[in-house]
């Protein structure tokens, strides 16, 4: 990369500002002479390293050892390294759901980067919501930034088998009814799932951001796949510690790279990847971070007709490990190049083209090529109809073929403490052919969006043999999720969406070829129920949940906090 020369550095205004006098002379010594510093440390590229390291958040416990090789890099390169710890959140131990925390979290790193003397930052990420959570941040401050992800735990391996976190758990309920498991054979597979630090093994959704991450090159090639505790996971932290201190001196900012083609390129190689539905309130919040034009429909126009490659659970087989043996994203950003804008400039200063052009792939078995695809159409559907005018989701890949085209009675929930005491009641009306119905799990409703719009089959659809029903909801679905589930209904039912007005019984028509979902009711008994309908008191009355309820956007749009949406343009 070329330096950009005379370019003053950001962290100067603090430590040597225009006209000198005294408050140089208050940062230098408030900050860091107390540390014992060479006067010469104050004129060297200041790089934070934003750590979501934290023991609340199980998949991130080992990025503090990793920000010691980050360090190494930087100051190998001549930078002065400095690292900072911001709120972290564990997918699976936060409550109510780590969604509702995610622009919370995105505000500490905006804050915590933008207001400090720092002229570049590396994001060190793991759990789901830590990835979009530190980019949308970094985005609003928009100086240099590279992401360096945490990496996948080893493989679950449990009696000869690989097991997917999360993708595992979804098939305990049918395992135990079959007698398959015993309530011991589920501790023994407790323990053999989770076998290294690192976050879930599958292509869930920290998987899926890590690859979303590299896709829109803001790692350096070949990091998404690295699992945790790999030592090349080390060697590329090192290496990224030097890239950021280049980007400084070339003034290579996010802004650079997040262009509207790199967004693009995130959208296809996500639906080759099988990749998260959680991906698209992710990317659309970073999108409006950065001020660049991207719309649901983005999602279904270049995503839906993309091949599927990679053969990892949930859409299939296997897991990130042999992902990265196989040769990780480089080769799919290289078997997909004639769908990518190649030309786009990534953190080490080349553009992806020139990055992945060599990548090869060592096992067809887990990567396919795209003339002989796992599937010939992945990505995501946006489904538009009356019940949900905003739009809706679904991931054909993770669905049944033959429910895609589907019309059912509504057997309706009306929310997760009436699904959770309804469901197994024998006397409840349902069958497989049912289209089971559950509002109030929007960003509104819950609040903050939680991942439970696979709903669990009826017990008494299950000892028949049938895995999969029709489900829909206002919520999201874990990465690591799979069934016919219609999710991120929009408007959500709790602001006044049709959604809310669907009684039991009323016929469901999901139409997924033609991007249609209906409710067979007319404009006038819809307006009849509307004017009847009183909205669900919201619990969050104080706070940062009051605050959110107050100002979060809608699922087609990210789901970001109204204010947060643009760019700070402070530097
Ligand atoms: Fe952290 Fe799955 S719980 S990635
Ligand atoms: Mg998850």
Same mark, same amino acid.
């Given at each position: ?17 225009? =006209? ?12 860091? $002479? ?5 006067? *010469? ?53 936060? #409550? ?29 990420? =793991? ?9 949308? @941040? ?27 976190? @999360? ?7 049918? #395992?135990?009814?079959?007698? %398959? ?71 290579? $900012? ?5 262009? !509207? ?60 490990? %042999? ?6 994203? /480089? ?8 769908? +990518? ?21 060592? !096992? ?5 090529? /795209? ?32 429910? +895609? ?23 409840? *009306? ?8 559950? #509002?109030?799990? @929007? ?6 969006? /939680? ?15 049938? #895995? ?22 929009? /408007?959500?039912?709790?602001?006044? =969406? ?30 009849? !129920? ?27 749009? =990210? ?13």
């Amino acid at each position: 990369m070329k330096d950009k020369e005379h370019k003053k550095l950001r962290s100067q205004e603090w430590f040597a500002p225009s =006209g000198g006098g005294k408050g140089g002379f208050v940062h230098r010594k408030a900050w860091r $002479k107390n540390q014992g510093l060479p006067a *010469d440390t104050y004129g060297k590229p200041v790089i934070g390293i934003c750590n979501t390291w934290s023991e609340l958040s199980p998949c991130n416990t080992h990025l503090r050892d990793l920000a010691e090789s980050v360090k190494r890099g930087v100051l190998e390169a001549d930078g002065y390294p400095l690292e900072f710890p911001i709120m972290s959140t564990g997918e699976s131990i936060i #409550k109510p759901t780590a969604m509702l925390f995610r622009n919370l979290m995105s505000m500490d790193a905006e804050e915590s980067i933008g207001s400090n003397p720092l002229d570049g930052v590396v994001l060190l990420t =793991g759990c789901d919501k830590t990835t979009p959570a530190t980019i949308m @941040g970094a985005a609003s401050v928009d100086i240099p930034t590279i992401v360096v992800p945490g990496g996948a735990m080893l493989n679950g391996r449990f009696r000869g088998k690989n097991i997917g976190n @999360g993708t595992y758990v979804w098939k305990l309920k049918e #395992k135990i009814n079959s007698g %398959e498991l015993t309530e011991d054979d589920l501790k023994d597979a407790e323990v053999c799932s989770a076998r290294s630090e690192g976050h879930c093994t599958t292509m869930g959704t920290a998987s899926s951001m890590a690859c979303m991450a590299e896709a829109l090159g803001l790692t350096l090639p070949g990091a998404a796949a690295i699992p945790a505790v790999d030592a090349r996971k080390k060697v590329m932290a090192q290496l990224s510690g030097r890239q950021i201190v280049d980007m400084v001196k070339a003034d290579l $900012k996010m802004s650079n790279i997040l262009t !509207r083609k790199a967004f693009e390129n995130a959208i296809i190689i996500n639906a080759a990847i099988g990749g998260s539905t959680n991906f698209i309130v992710h990317l659309q919040a970073i999108a409006g971070r950065m001020g660049v034009e991207l719309n649901l429909q983005d999602f279904d126009d270049l995503g839906s007709k993309i091949p599927l490659l990679v053969n990892l659970m949930p859409s299939g087989k296997y897991l990130m490990e %042999e992902f990265y043996d196989a040769g990780g994203l /480089p080769v799919v950003l290289n078997y997909m190049k004639e769908h +990518l804008h190649n030309d786009v400039i990534t953190v080490n200063g080349k553009t992806l083209g020139e990055n992945n052009a060599n990548a090869i792939c060592f !096992r067809e078995d887990v990567i396919y090529k /795209p003339s002989e695809p796992l599937q010939k159409e992945a990505g995501i559907a946006v489904l538009k109809g009356n019940l949900c005018k905003n739009g809706a989701v679904i991931k054909p890949s993770a669905a049944t073929e033959s429910l +895609l085209v589907h019309t059912g009675k509504a057997v309706v929930f009306e929310n997760m403490n009436d699904f959770r005491n309804k469901i197994d009641d024998p006397d409840l *009306d349902i069958d497989e052919n049912s289209v089971m119905v559950l #509002k109030n799990v @929007g960003p509104v409703g819950f609040p903050g969006m /939680p991942e439970v719009g696979n709903l669990d089959l009826p017990k008494k659809v299950l000892e028949k043999g049938f #895995k999969d029903m029709v489900r829909i909801s206002d919520g999201r679905m874990s990465g690591t999720a799979f069934g016919t589930v219609v999710l991120h209904v929009s /408007p959500e039912s709790a602001v006044g =969406g049709n959604l809310a007005l669907v009684e039991n019984g009323d016929l469901i028509i999901l139409d997924v070829p033609n991007r249609k979902l209906n409710v067979d009711i007319s404009d006038e008994e819809l307006q009849r !129920r509307r004017e009847k309908w009183v909205a669900p008191e919201s619990k969050a009355k104080r706070g940062y949940p009051n605050l959110y309820v107050n100002t979060v956007e809608q699922a087609h749009l =990210g789901v970001d906090l109204d204010f947060l949406v643009g760019n700070s343009k402070d530097n």
